[in-house]
């Protein structure tokens, strides 16, 4: 793999990474919530479940997914239906904001596992990799190696820019204390990840 067609696959994967969507959404209200602690459990967890995609197309089983209809249904409906419940709860999530007491609001350990759960229930994700990948795989060159090179750049990528959308996010934190903006900005939130749920429902298999 030459620099050229890498610093190709860098700009697509850095496109992907900052477009809104599930995992954007789970940083920065697990950052406002929860202060930079807890959006780092929760970028941790969106990374591994993003490692887990990576190691599946890897060994063949984005082909699975792209190719079967029931295996990319089942995964798709349990993802919308994981985004929309997170969404209702974030929607009835209390009003009131404590930045000093945020860390101890919700083990670290609970935020990851939600954020591992976000990743590993998008289909879209894995399905995107299987069709992405092969595109930037040389076929005279270790196999390994380059999704080893792609995956790596793809985790640091989407680490880089979660981290970007967590500052954001507890930049705002200083000007919502109040229980009616933190009550609003929770439905915004609560609505986005119900949207996601719904669109993620009603995405099709290409």
């Known amino acids: 793999m030459s620099i050229e067609w890498w610093f190709t696959y860098l700009v697509t994967t850095l496109i992907l990474s900052l477009s809104p969507g599930s995992g954007a959404i789970n940083t920065m209200t697990t950052a406002i919530s929860h202060?930079?602690?807890?959006?780092?459990?929760?970028?941790?967890?969106?990374?591994?479940?993003l490692a887990i995609h990576i190691v599946l197309v890897g060994i063949g089983l984005g082909a699975l997914f792209s190719h079967s209809l029931l295996a990319f249904e089942i995964l798709k409906w349990a993802g919308a239906a994981y985004l929309v419940w997170l969404g209702i709860q974030q929607w009835r999530a209390a009003g009131a904001l404590d930045l000093n007491t945020l860390a101890?609001?919700?083990?670290?350990?609970?935020?990851?596992?939600?954020?591992?759960?976000?990743?590993?229930?998008?289909?879209?994700?894995?399905?995107?990799?299987?069709?992405?990948?092969?595109?930037?795989?040389?076929?005279?060159?270790?196999?390994?190696?380059?999704?080893?090179?792609?995956?790596?750049?793809?985790?640091?990528?989407?680490?880089?820019?979660?981290?970007?959308y967590a500052t954001l996010a507890t930049r705002i934190a200083g000007w919502i204390k109040g229980p009616r903006q933190m009550k609003a900005l929770n439905r915004v939130f609560g609505s986005l990840f119900m949207l996601v749920g719904a669109l993620l429902a009603g995405a099709r298999q290409a």
């Open 35 to 49: 202060g930079y602690r807890g959006a780092a459990a929760s970028i941790a967890g969106l990374q591994t479940g």
């Open 104 to 164: 101890t609001t919700q083990p670290r350990s609970r935020l990851f596992k939600r954020a591992v759960f976000v990743n590993l229930t998008n289909p879209k994700s894995i399905v995107f990799l299987a069709a992405l990948f092969p595109q930037f795989i040389s076929p005279h060159e270790p196999q390994a190696v380059q999704y080893l090179v792609l995956g790596v750049t793809t985790v640091v990528v989407d680490i880089i820019v979660m981290i970007g």
